[in-house]
């Protein structure tokens, strides 16, 4: 929330300070601060008592986010309103979940080659930002095919669209949202942390998915054994692998 609001009291009755960044290299200002802050110390709290209790060494502690928000560099923030997409869309629309990216479901998914002949209209694409469309085959070889057949599933939206960075579905004050996938969203930290450990900066890329699987291991079980593992193939951590075929 502090990289998303504009401003805000940092406590009950306070002034609003601002949030989200102060430039394009991702630099807090005073309200992301302070709740990173708060963060920290809470982490600390958590530290201390795993020492108290003589298990920190031998605990792993995995610090990670789910998602980012964009745009970090609040100059490139175009918000969009007006009910968009489903205005320009109509009828043809049942619901959608837009924030910086749009996921589309259609009254019949017969309406997809309509709709996204819409979409790509020079003058749609300038309404809603629009980046890339994402629908049929090109939909499917990212996620899963949408629909309520045999291998179908229909949690997944018809249409995706990825939108130009810094573009946000809102007609209010927010400075960033999430939901897309973009390089803002996406690119998140994430730290594992036990004191064998040699510290190091992995910059080979993973996937928050590859935390699961890595727990397991560290559980003394087989990853295997998760389903979501035999179907997506999600492989352990590397850097964790590596470490523990060393026998370290």
């Known amino acids: ?6 401003s805000g009291p940092l406590v009950t ?4 300070v601002n949030g989200g960044y102060t430039d394009v290299l991702g630099t807090p200002a005073p309200g992301l601060a302070f709740e990173l802050d708060f963060v920290d110390q809470t982490l600390g709290r958590i530290v201390a008592e795993l020492k108290s209790q003589g298990v920190f060494n031998s605990t792993l502690i995995v610090i990670c986010a789910k998602h980012g928000q964009s745009p970090i560099d609040i100059t490139k ?8 997409p489903a205005t320009l869309i109509g009828s043809a629309e049942a619901f959608d979940i837009s924030d910086d990216a749009s996921l589309i479901w259609l009254t019949s998914p017969e309406l997809t080659s309509k709709v996204v002949s819409l979409l790509s209209e020079p003058a749609s694409q300038q309404t809603l ?6 629908a049929g ?6 996620w899963d095919v949408p629909g309520t057949g045999p291998g179908e599933d229909p949690r997944t939206p ?7 960075t810094g573009v ?6 927010k400075i960033a949202e999430h939901g897309g996938i973009n390089e803002d969203d996406v690119h998140t930290a994430l730290l594992l942390s036990l004191p064998r450990f040699d510290p190091q900066t992995v910059r080979i890329a993973v996937s928050n998915q590859q935390v699961a699987p890595t727990i397991i291991k560290a559980l003394g079980m087989d ?18 692998q590596r470490d523990e075929d060393e026998g370290r």
């Open 223 to 240: 990853p295997n054994e998760l389903q979501a593992v035999q179907k997506e193939k999600i492989q352990v951590l590397p850097f964790f």
């Open 129 to 134: 930002g629009i980046q890339e469309i994402f």
């Open 1 to 6: 929330m502090g990289e998303k609001l504009k």
């Open 77 to 84: 923030r175009r918000g969009i309103g007006d009910g968009q």
């Open 137 to 142: 085959q090109s939909l499917a070889n990212k």
């Open 158 to 164: 018809d249409i995706i669209l990825k939108v130009d």
């Open 168 to 173: 946000i579905f809102t007609g209010g004050s």
């Open 13 to 16: 009755n306070g002034p609003a």
